[in-house]
């Protein structure tokens, strides 16, 4: 009976706009990200995008989290909900974490691989930003959300490599000879991954919102 009523009710559908707009946040923060790997003067203007959007991001993600509080109808799951965007917000937190990295140490070059790495945090941003707006009718796009996540673990799983090949590059460089460059390289290789780990987060979240709702 309680499913019917439901299914009766309107929805709050604002939710797919807030889901939308703050993906295109986390978008921007991965361009930026990828353009401050590149290095040179520019790197500080790159590194104040990265945190204007984290503040806008985290604006948004107040937004979600009242409106779960006030919906009467929710798309899915409130938990669902509240676990998809806190993992969303994780990723471009993650980006402002590395920001407060590369502005302390001062950091003006940055490896190749660092570099591969930004680029593939890129591409796992747009497979988000894609997935997001088809879960405003998750069951017609079930199949496309599973191979948007799918294909988010596999970009993980290079960049994971990346990040490996990285720090014994950074240790065979720098490691007997300039251990301050060793530290500050393998952080910054560190926090890279782990950016990377919050959009494999967002995709599981993804992934379980297709099994409950398909």
């Given at each position: 009976?309680?499913?019917?009523?439901?299914?009766?009710?309107?929805?709050?559908?604002?939710?797919?706009?807030?889901?939308?707009?703050?993906?295109?946040?986390?978008?921007?923060?991965?361009?930026?990200?990828?353009?401050?790997?590149?290095?040179?003067?520019?790197?500080?203007?790159?590194?104040?995008?990265?945190?204007?959007?984290?503040?806008?991001?985290?604006?948004?993600?107040?937004?979600?989290?009242?409106?779960?509080?006030?919906?009467?109808?929710?798309?899915?799951?409130?938990?669902?909900?509240?676990?998809?965007?806190?993992?969303?917000?994780?990723?471009?937190?993650?980006?402002?974490?590395?920001?407060?990295?590369?502005?302390l140490f001062e950091q003006k070059s940055f490896d190749p691989l660092m570099q591969e790495m930004a680029d593939l945090i890129v591409?796992?941003?747009?497979?988000?930003?894609?997935?997001?707006?088809?879960?405003?009718?998750?069951?017609?796009?079930?199949?496309?959300?599973?191979?948007?996540?799918?294909?988010?673990?596999?970009?993980?799983?290079?960049?994971?490599?990346?990040h490996d090949r990285g720090l014994k590059d950074l240790f065979r460089r720098h490691g007997q000879s300039n251990p301050m460059a060793y530290m500050i390289g393998s952080e910054i290789y560190g926090?890279?991954?782990?950016?990377?780990?919050?959009?494999?987060?967002?995709?599981?979240?993804?992934?379980?919102?297709?099994?409950?709702?398909?």
């Open positions: 009976m309680l499913g019917w009523f439901r299914a009766l009710m309107p929805r709050e559908d604002r939710f797919f706009d807030l889901f939308a707009k703050h993906s295109r946040t986390v978008v921007g923060g991965a361009e930026a990200l990828q353009k401050l790997m590149q290095g040179g003067p520019e790197v500080e203007t790159h590194c104040r995008t990265i945190i204007a959007l984290e503040t806008e991001a985290d604006a948004i993600t107040r937004d979600v989290l009242q409106a779960v509080r006030k919906s009467f109808i929710t798309p899915f799951d409130r938990n669902d909900i509240k676990d998809l965007i806190q993992s969303m917000d994780d990723a471009i937190d993650m980006m402002h974490k590395t920001v407060k990295t590369i502005l591409t796992a941003a747009g497979l988000v930003a894609e997935a997001i707006p088809l879960l405003d009718g998750v069951g017609r796009h079930a199949a496309r959300l599973t191979s948007l996540t799918e294909e988010v673990t596999k970009v993980e799983s290079r960049t994971d490599e990346l926090q890279l991954e782990k950016v990377m780990d919050r959009f494999e987060d967002v995709a599981n979240e993804i992934s379980g919102i297709v099994i409950e709702n398909v």
